[in-house]
């Protein structure tokens, strides 16, 4: 089996057909990763030395970014031992496993966005980090990728947030057939969108639509958890009418600044507009000592992260999770 080095001197094997991300995961190398089907890029890396094979295609990476030698370690294979840049968290991840699980509430949050709760068999005991998703495998074998959106508290249900893709095969079953007590399975926790370097930094959170979601669950953290305490919180929550703002901050422990930016409010609107990494950049001041957590739709996040990095944010201060389609690549 292939061997794989990182940069910082981690070593682990690759299967026949395993993507160079699976076998770190495996080997308890925690690199950061979120979709797991070539569509985000939350996984580049480069091949320092050695050969590697493509096992889906890599619609994640730009032009430039293939140019400039990345590859996505969750859609290569190795062909040879490898030398391997690549980030390696150094936190331990949380095994995912697969458990049953049932709705308990159904509420419309808005004409579009669906808030669920999931009830755990009981002595369950699920753990996840705050920000981290789950995959929900639905009628027919279904698999979709849904954000937590609140703090792990022992006993209290998952709490989703589900946007209505118009003719997607899940949002079908969640907008039109799905009921109290339908039993579903769950595989998780997955992902590294999750808080990390906070402690002095200013930190902002920047959502999207139901990306709001991991956000919520990351301020809920804050509020109840002994999390380092950050220099400031700021929240910039973006939508296209106040009808998609579902969610007010009021209820959260942790001192924060909530900013709504909408993108085609009318003139009632007072409040800020267009998009909300603009609106970021027209606040801030110090980009340096500050820390970015990302989440909703993929454009949002690359031009997030392509204005702010422009503007002084260090590169490895840009956290995201970019809610690309889910379905099998
Ligand atoms: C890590 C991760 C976390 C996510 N968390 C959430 C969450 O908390 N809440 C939430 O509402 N969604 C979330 N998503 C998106 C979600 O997993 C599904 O992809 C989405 O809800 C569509 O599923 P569907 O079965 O309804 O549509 P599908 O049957 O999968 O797709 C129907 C059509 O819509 C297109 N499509 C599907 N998804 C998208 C998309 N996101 N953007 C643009 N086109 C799309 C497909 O290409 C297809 O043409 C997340 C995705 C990822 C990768
Ligand atoms: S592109 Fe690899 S995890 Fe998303």
Redesign the pocket.
């Known amino acids: 089996m292939p061997l794989i080095t990182t940069t910082q001197g981690r070593q682990f094997s690759v299967a026949e057909g395993e993507s160079l991300l699976d076998a770190a995961l495996r080997a308890d190398v925690a690199l950061s990763y979120?979709?797991r089907t070539g569509r985000?890029s939350s996984c580049k890396g480069k091949i320092r030395e050695g050969e590697t094979r493509l096992l889906h295609e890599e619609t994640g990476l730009s032009s430039a970014e293939r140019e400039a030698g990345w590859v996505l370690t969750c859609a290569r294979q190795a062909v040879s031992d490898v030398l391997l840049e690549v980030e390696d968290l150094g936190v331990p991840l949380i095994p995912a496993r697969t458990l049953p699980c049932r709705i308990q509430s159904l509420e419309r949050l808005s004409a579009d966005v669906l808030r669920v709760e999931l009830r755990l068999p009981p002595n369950s005991r699920f753990n996840y980090r705050a920000g981290q998703?789950i995959d929900v495998i639905g009628p027919g074998g279904?698999r979709?990728?849904?954000?937590v959106a609140n703090a792990l508290v022992e006993g209290r249900p998952l709490e989703?947030?589900?946007?209505q893709?118009p003719?997607?095969?899940?949002?079908q079953y969640w907008f039109e057939q799905a009921r109290p007590n339908d039993l579903l399975r769950l595989h998780g926790p997955l992902?590294t969108f999750f808080l990390r370097d906070v402690a002095d930094r200013d930190l902002v959170f920047l959502a999207t639509g139901?990306g709001l979601?991991p956000v919520k669950a990351m301020l809920e953290s804050l509020s109840e958890a002994d999390a380092p305490r950050s220099r400031s919180v700021t929240v910039y929550w973006g939508g296209r009418v106040p009808e998609d703002l579902y969610w007010e901050s009021s209820a959260l422990a942790v001192p924060h600044r909530f900013v709504p930016v909408l993108s085609r409010a009318d003139a009632d609107w007072h409040g800020r507009r267009g998009h909300v990494q603009a609106v970021m950049l027209a606040d801030s001041t110090a980009l340096d000592q500050s820390v970015v957590y990302a989440c909703g739709s993929d454009l949002m996040i690359r031009d997030a992260h392509a204005q702010l990095v422009a503007a002084g944010l260090p590169e490895q201060r840009f956290h995201s999770?970019a809610?690309?389609?889910?379905?099998a690549a």
């Open positions: 979120s979709c985000c998703y279904v979709r990728s849904y954000s989703l947030h589900i946007r893709v003719g997607g095969a899940m949002s992902g139901t979601a999770d809610f690309v389609c889910s379905s």
